[in-house]
């Protein structure tokens, strides 16, 4: 990969070092003729402002190239923050099932202690009648024991 950013780096530069080369040898031609001194400056000054133009071209590509790499950097982030998401949307949704299913555990074992609660209370009552009919029976045997 590095190869193929030198590949295309070198044209430009060897097109610009070009260009640099022909300023100069024009320039050399002009500063020895008077009569083409406006020329001259005009040309300098365009040659000025196309060498600012280059630089600025080359700034700018770097900062294409490094907010390319963000942008490269970030999608991945987020890719892996939506991949998080959905792990944390599946989490959520199995922990509502299992809460559910505690809460009708919870329903469920409050039905059962009710009916063992109502079980108990009608076996006490049982246990209420079956001790007074053992008293009466018993009394009952005592009064036929005595005569």
């Keep these: 990969m590095t190869e193929d950013k030198?590949?295309?780096v070198m044209p430009e530069e060897t097109a610009f070092e070009e260009i640099e080369k022909d300023f100069q040898e024009v320039l050399s031609e002009l500063s020895g003729d008077k009569s083409l001194e406006k020329f001259r400056t005009e040309y300098e000054k365009l040659h000025s402002i196309m060498k600012k133009?280059?630089?600025n071209e080359k700034r700018l590509m770097a900062k294409c190239r490094e907010l390319n790499a963000e942008i490269v950097v970030n999608s991945a982030?987020?890719?892996t923050a939506l991949k998080l998401s959905q792990d944390d949307q599946t989490t959520i949704a199995s922990l509502?099932?299992?809460i559910e299913k505690a809460w009708k555990m919870v329903d469920s074992a409050?039905?059962?202690e009710q009916k063992a609660k109502e079980t108990i209370l009608a076996l006490k009552e049982e246990i209420v009648n079956?001790?007074?009919l053992v008293e009466q029976g018993s009394g009952l045997s005592m009064d036929q024991d005595s005569k």
């Design 6 to 8: 030198a590949e295309k």
């Design 77 to 79: 982030k987020v890719a």
């Design 110 to 112: 409050y039905d059962k």
């Design 53 to 55: 133009s280059y630089e």
């Design 96 to 98: 509502k099932k299992e």
């Design 130 to 132: 079956l001790t007074k």
